[in-house]
Antibody
């Protein structure tokens, strides 16, 4: 069974940093594009970033570019999202999602999400 | 990248059909056949119900169908059931090699 489990969420102060992890099981992580998507009640789902199976290509939404880094450790079946210079606008539930092999879509499996709260 | 435009809510009675629209531009919806639709029940993760405009993943009911015309994609749910009450989001690949989601639509089963 394909499964994604996010961890690393929590309360962080404005200007701080946080690293989210996404542990994958039930499939060969290195064969798939992976994505991060965040959600707030106000904005709904917002795409954040994607990374190719071998880690050779990454793309970011304009709202996080320069502050966020996506990476992966295929040997340990884990995807990461490092977020710096956090602001209240980064408060959200963060999901990791599995993409395709050749193409980065569709997002056919999602984790349950990790809540990040940016507040003093 | 601006969010794709969806109606805030759509309602229907059990057994009826409803259609949710998703309007973008030629740089996203109109330019690629990589439109997906997701169903999300409260407190749950999104679930893929349509991909590549009109394809259904294994296990998704045939009551869900998708289409596209120009810059607007559509999701139709036929034979509406109580469990279809949820939020629905469209998603498209874009010319900037990013993805963009729609604003989301709450489906209400009367």
């Amino acid at each position: 069974e394909v499964q994604l489990v996010e961890s690393g969420g929590g309360l962080v102060q404005p200007g701080g940093s946080l690293r989210l992890s996404c542990e994958a099981s039930g499939f060969i992580l290195g064969s798939y594009w992976m994505h991060w998507v965040r959600q707030t009640p106000e904005k709904g789902l917002v795409w954040v970033s994607r990374i190719k199976g071998d880690g050779s290509e990454t793309t970011y939404a304009d709202s996080v570019k320069g502050r966020v880094t996506v990476s992966r450790d295929n040997t340990n079946n884990t995807l990461y999202l490092l977020m710096n210079s956090l602001t209240a606008e980064d408060t959200a539930v963060y999901y990791c999602a599995k993409g395709g092999t050749v193409y980065s879509v569709p997002l056919d499996c999602w984790g349950r999400g990790a809540l990040v709260i940016v507040s003093s | 990248q601006s969010a794709l435009t969806q109606p805030a809510s759509v309602s229907g009675s059990p057994g009826q059909s409803i259609t949710i629209s998703c309007t973008g531009t030629s740089s996203d919806v109109g330019g690629y056949n990589y439109v997906s639709w997701f169903q999300q029940h409260p407190g749950k993760a999104p679930k893929l119900v349509i991909y590549d405009v009109s394809n259904r993943p294994s296990g998704v009911s045939i009551r869900f169908s998708g289409s596209k015309s120009g810059n607007t994609a559509s999701l139709t749910i036929s034979g509406l059931q109580a469990d279809d009450e949820a939020d629905y989001y469209c998603n498209s690949y874009t010319r900037s090699r990013t993805l963009v989601f729609g604003t989301g639509t709450k489906v209400i089963v009367l």
